[in-house]
């Protein structure tokens, strides 16, 4: 069913663009399925392609990471201590609804080169939505855990890396998918203002020259390389939080079935456990 809406949209393009259909959107100057498919083969069999592709691969890793690190450190920062809130937060909350797209004069003026500036505004960008996601997590804990681990002598580093880090791992890799998806928007962006490579660079230099069929080839290598590295972080997402009692949904079906694991952490009522032998319960 997959594969037939797939081909139902692009069978739909090529109908539209052959035909060059303008009714009140305008199909006539669109390139056809046919014709971006023979240039991106044309792209592939090229060195230019893959140095982009390797370019704004580079740049968005390298920003990313850097921002999964600052982000993850100033949200349990922010979210643990009353005096880093105080002298943080009115700063972070100034600049979050900044677009990280509006920083590129920012980047300009104060790194000496663009690639350094690219990387700034791909950092940017994910920062926020993980320092965010990360402070929710944080404070959402259960205090309960962490006086447990108290009542048992461990002290505050233990319980960063036994409660704080692991409890909020799900918040912590929600945010982490999110701000890989404005990474890629806002690295676009900046390679297109300010890029000499990259895969945005190549698709306004392609919007430039009127060569349509190749600007629809960089935006559909942006949405798959989006896709890819999405998905790698929350498969990432899933196998480090492998503890958490999941639902898995059977198509066709009307009711959600536990995933494999799930039932073994699902609470136990009142009165089943007034039931249940004691031996079972242990």
């Given at each position: 069913m997959r594969l037939a809406s797939l081909a139902a949209a692009l069978g739909t393009w090529q109908l539209l663009a052959g035909l060059k259909v303008d009714l009140w959107l305008r199909f006539s100057?669109?390139?056809?399925?046919?014709d971006v498919a023979r240039t991106f083969a044309d792209r592939l069999s090229g060195p230019d392609y893959w140095t982009d592709l390797t370019d704004s691969l580079t740049r968005i890793l390298t920003g990313f990471l850097l921002a999964a690190v600052l982000g993850v450190a100033t949200g349990v920062l922010?979210?643990?201590?009353?005096?880093a809130e105080d002298l943080l937060g009115p700063v972070?909350?100034?600049?979050?609804?900044?677009p990280a797209i509006a920083l590129v004069p920012v980047a300009i003026l104060l790194f000496p080169s663009n690639e350094q500036g690219i990387v700034f505004i791909t950092c940017t960008a994910?920062?926020?939505?993980?320092l965010v996601s990360t402070r929710h997590a944080v404070r959402a804990?259960?205090?309960?855990?962490e006086e447990a681990v108290l009542t048992m002598g461990g002290g505050r580093w233990r319980i960063l890396g036994s409660v704080v880090l692991p409890g909020a791992l799900p918040g912590i890799f929600g945010g982490l998918s999110v701000g890989m998806g404005v990474s890629w928007i806002c690295v676009i962006s900046a390679e297109m203002i300010s890029g000499q490579y990259g895969v945005g660079y190549r698709t306004w230099q392609d919007y430039t020259v009127v060569n349509y069929a190749g600007v629809f080839v960089g935006m559909i290598t942006i949405g798959v390389l989006g896709w890819v590295t999405s998905t790698a972080v929350e498969l990432l997402g899933r196998r480090l939080t492998r503890w958490l009692p999941r639902t898995s949904y059977i198509p066709g079906a009307r009711t959600f079935r536990p995933a494999r694991g799930a039932a073994a952490a699902a609470p136990v009522s009142p009165t089943a456990k007034e039931e249940a032998p004691h031996d079972q319960l242990v």
């Open positions: 100057q669109f390139p056809t399925v046919t922010v979210a643990r201590s009353r005096l972070l909350e100034v600049i979050r609804p900044i994910a920062f926020f939505p993980v804990l259960t205090p309960v855990w």
